[in-house]
């Protein structure tokens, strides 16, 4: 991990499922070594409750997430050029997080994640779409991250 960026920031749409997931994911597996935050292009909607089912499954808490967009972290005063790494999650995000490579020193990744709002007409196949986009962000994380840290 000793190339790793010191933080990150996960860009999706809504900042809803994908992105939020990430960031609790990043938390779990590396703790405080890579500070983690999510954002989205709008925020229209709360964090998603087929991700958070999702999420519990492999012990990350989402529950608490707190939506925001890009232009509401500006708002607080979270700069962007704070971040080594843009994580986009969507075509959307990657957009809007190339923008600020106009202005900011700011590396940006394009993840192609699953969207799976909106699949499946039962519980069971919604759930089963939400685990297909968990375990993907999981795979890309390790990939890119390296193995999960082992807690103390």
Request: with cysteine; net charge negative; glycine share 6%.
């Amino acid at each position: 991990m000793a190339d790793n960026p010191t933080s990150v920031l996960f860009a999706c749409d809504h900042n809803a499922v994908r992105s939020p997931l990430a960031e609790g994911i990043m938390k779990k597996f590396y703790g405080t070594r890579i500070f983690v935050q999510s954002v989205g292009v709008k925020h229209d909607l709360e964090v998603d409750g087929f991700a958070v089912a999702v999420a519990a499954e492999i012990g990350v808490a989402l529950e608490k997430h707190r939506v925001r967009s890009f232009d509401e972290m500006e708002e607080w005063g979270d700069d962007i050029d704070g971040y080594d790494l843009v994580i986009a999650l969507s075509p959307a995000s990657q957009r809007r997080a190339l923008e600020y490579t106009r202005y900011h020193a700011l590396e940006v990744e394009y993840w192609p994640i699953f969207d799976p709002t909106g699949l499946g007409e039962t519980r069971e196949a919604k759930l089963a779409a939400y685990r297909q986009t968990r375990d993907q962000i999981v795979a890309r994380i390790i990939d890119r991250f390296g193995p999960q840290e082992e807690t103390p």
